[in-house]
Structure formats: structure tokens, C-alpha cells
């Protein structure tokens, strides 16, 4: 039973500000009077939360619990993450109030919506880049307003788009229009029309969904103001609606190949059409001859298919590598034809060389002596993954370093 106490007070804890000898004194006098533990918790919780008083955004403060406000939600968007070995869904976005704007975690499906004023109590803070976040626990209780609130007006933040991530929100960026579709989304009861494609300015590409007619066309220069960025597929997303300002520039962006450092892709959770260079520091266990299924072309094991059971696999060759530019690190995805290139030996090569040693193993053996500790250059598209960043490459080549070159450049560095 003591320990029991003991756990509960570090629960009680986790929830309110209060002294720990006072909290545990509390409990035990309830328990001494019959009540179980679980009613006494909460009990002991309601009595030091009824001193807890509601307040703005702006005077949360890190690693505060108990906290009460109101607040709109701006943004929010759904994920899937593993805790201790198994899979949730946790819900990400920001929120507001005219005084702040704060991000958020609910760990919990509260049925939040973009737009709902909402109550809070009973939720903690951490911190994210210096700054404040709100967590909605289990035990965080949520109630749905029916008024509206004014939110704080903020200049929008300029940025590149290499520098757009999912979450940002009031951003303004400029770049030129790639390419654009129209197309029709069933938003609740309505039908209504969306454009979408590819913007690009002098650092990256990014795909876009303007959610309102804006007139645009292949080749407009425009700058945005009052834009948000979301994760599709893998990517940041940059997204523009009816809130935003957008102005056509008479101007014109020369769109170039450039590496990025991997920071930069790290930082942004992905992109597409990305260009950067890095040392192969790791081939993954799973790169080599694998087998695919003759109907849904996903990888099987051991003859078995997830989807449509026992079939004869098809081979294919894939090579799966860590890269790394000494800023950052992404996984790099390469497909038969780039693998056959790098290796300058085909699939039906490496399946005779397999067959006589009676050992798939001894592909994956050739795999490494020819690319590890090689730079290679990668131009490619992310795309989803719950952990590292990883890229689906378009193409790639082994680029050969000058190390008298390097030694040299080095060496007069060194002598200032």
C-alpha cells in the first residue's frame, strides 16, 4: 500500500503545483477515512486545482501544469507515433488567443476542429524552441465554446521556402509557379474547388494548395502573405486560403539546381526535387535482392504477402543507405536501375552470383564493399516516415573526391 501512495503522489504531482508533504498528508486522510485510492487521487486534485485561474496565451510560461485558458484552434493536424513499442495517434497544431499564439500536443482525441473556441483545463507546458507548448493529457478536460474570439494580428515572417516547415503558420514567402491543377474536395457538405502544384524560388520547391481561385497561372511570380505550411506526403506543403494577401510581380526567379544541406531538409521534415551530397556512412540490412509481390508489388517475406498472402515473389534490387554531410543525416531510398548503375553490375548479375553461393547474403556483402564510405549526390523526393527522414531517390552518382585537393585546400586554410 505504501508504495501505492507514493506512485500516487508522483501522479497527483504531475498534475498540480503544490508541496509534496502537503499533498501526501492530504491523500493519507482520505484513505484513513475509507475512500479508495482512485476517488482520493482525484479528490486530492480537485482541491488544489480549484485555486488554479484561468489565463491568456501569453502568460503560459515552460513547465507550468494545471494551466486553464481559452483559446481558438488555428491549425491541427493528425499523427502517428510509437511509444514504447506500440503505435498512437497524437494531435498537433497551434492555437490562439489575442494575446498569443502557442503550438500544441493532444495526446488524446478531443474532436478538435480548426475554428473551435475552447476551454482547457488541467493542461501542462513544455518547451519547444524556447518557447512554450501546451499538452493536453488524458486528464486534461476540454469543453467547446459557443462564441468566437479575436485573435492576435502578427506581421507575417518572411522566409525561403528551404526554410518552411510543417506548423509554421502567417508566413511570406515569394516564388514562381511551376506547375497548377484544378480540382474539386468535398469540404463537409459542400463541393469546392482547390488549385494545386509546385512554387519555387531561388532555394528550394515546394508543392502548394491554394484553397481560393487566385487567377494563378504556370510562370506567376507572387508573393504570399498570410500562409501556413502542413506535412503531405511526406513534405512540407505550403497552404493559402481566402485569409491570405497575394500579389503578382512583375519579376523573374532563375530556378537552379543547388545542394542543400542536410540540416536544412532535416529541419523542414522533407521536400521534393532535393539535391544534396553526403558520405554513405551505413547500407541498411535490408538492401540487396528482395521479392516482390506479383499483384500488389510490395515487398514479401518468406514468400507471404501482407495483403494477398502466399505468391510467387518477383526480385528486385534495392539499395537503402544513411547519408550524412556532417550537418545532418536522411535515409536514401535507390531503386533497381539507379542501384544497377552505381554498381555497374545488373540485377540478373547479382541473382547468378547469389545462386551459386546459395546465399542472398553475399549481394548484400558487394553492396557495401563498393558504396560505403563513398560521397554520393542524391536528387529525390521524401516521403513518409515516422522516424528519419527519408528520400526516394530520382537519381544519384558516386562522386569522386580529390583528396590532394582537399588536402591542399585544408592545409592553406590551416596557414590562414
Not at 485561474?53 to 493528425?78: G, H
Not at 473551435?116 to 465554446?145: G, H, Y
Not at 552505381?342 to 553461393?357: P, Q, T
Request: charged fraction near 40%; glycine fraction near 6%; aromatic fraction near 6%.
Amino acid at each position: 500500500m505504501e508504495n501505492n501512495i507514493e506512485s500516487a503522489v508522483d501522479e497527483i504531482l504531475e498534475i498540480i503545483e503544490a508541496n509534496r508533504e502537503e499533498v501526501e498528508k492530504d491523500l493519507r486522510k482520505f484513505i484513513e477515512y475509507g475512500v479508495p485510492l482512485e476517488h482520493a487521487k482525484k479528490a486530492v486534485i480537485n482541491k488544489y486545482s480549484g485555486s488554479a485561474k484561468e489565463k491568456k496565451l501569453k502568460d503560459v510560461n515552460i513547465n507550468e501544469k494545471n494551466i486553464i485558458t481559452v483559446a481558438k484552434i488555428i491549425f491541427i493536424d493528425e499523427r502517428e507515433i510509437e511509444v514504447r513499442g506500440e503505435k498512437r495517434k497524437i494531435y498537433r497544431g497551434w492555437l490562439g488567443d489575442e494575446t498569443a499564439r502557442l503550438q500544441f500536443t493532444a495526446w488524446k482525441d478531443f474532436d478538435l476542429k480548426e475554428g473551435d473556441v475552447i476551454k482547457i483545463k488541467n493542461a501542462s507546458s513544455s518547451e519547444w524552441m524556447e518557447q512554450p507548448r501546451l499538452n493536453l493529457s488524458e486528464r486534461t478536460e476540454v469543453e467547446k465554446l459557443d462564441y468566437d474570439i479575436e485573435l492576435i494580428k502578427r506581421f507575417p515572417e518572411r522566409y525561403n521556402l528551404v526554410d518552411l516547415r510543417p506548423g509554421l503558420s502567417n508566413v511570406e514567402v515569394r516564388g514562381k509557379i511551376m506547375s497548377i491543377e484544378e480540382r474539386e474536395v468535398s469540404v463537409g457538405d459542400d463541393i469546392k474547388k482547390v488549385f494545386s502544384g509546385i512554387i519555387a524560388d531561388e532555394t528550394a520547391k515546394v508543392r502548394f494548395t491554394a484553397w481560393k481561385d487566385f487567377d494563378l497561372k504556370e510562370g506567376d511570380v507572387i508573393k504570399i502573405r498570410g500562409g501556413y505550411v502542413r506535412k503531405w506526403r511526406g513534405a512540407p506543403q505550403l497552404n493559402f486560403d481566402e485569409n491570405a494577401e497575394l500579389e503578382k510581380l512583375d519579376e523573374e526567379i532563375l530556378i537552379e539546381e543547388k545542394i542543400v544541406p542536410l540540416y536544412k531538409i532535416v529541419q523542414a521534415q522533407g521536400g521534393i526535387d532535393l539535391c544534396f551530397q553526403g558520405v554513405i556512412l551505413e547500407v541498411r540490412k535490408d538492401s540487396g535482392i528482395i521479392f516482390r509481390c506479383p499483384k500488389c508489388n510490395k515487398r514479401i517475406k518468406e514468400g507471404i504477402c501482407d495483403d494477398d498472402g502466399e505468391v510467387d515473389g518477383n526480385p528486385d534490387l534495392r539499395i537503402k543507405v544513411l547519408v550524412d554531410d556532417g550537418t545532418g543525416a536522411v535515409d536514401v531510398i535507390l531503386n533497381r536501375e539507379i542501384s544497377e548503375k552505381l554498381l555497374n553490375k545488373n540485377m540478373d548479375e547479382f541473382l547468378n552470383l547469389a545462386k551459386e553461393a546459395m546465399d542472398y547474403g553475399i549481394v548484400y556483402d558487394e553492396i557495401v564493399n563498393s558504396l560505403l564510405t563513398k560521397t554520393i549526390k542524391v536528387r529525390g523526393d521524401s516521403i513518409q516516415s515516422d522516424l528519419i527522414v527519408t528520400i526516394s531517390a530520382k537519381d544519384a552518382e558516386i562522386i569522386k573526391i580529390d583528396e590532394k585537393k582537399e588536402a591542399e585546400e585544408l592545409l592553406m586554410q590551416l596557414e590562414g
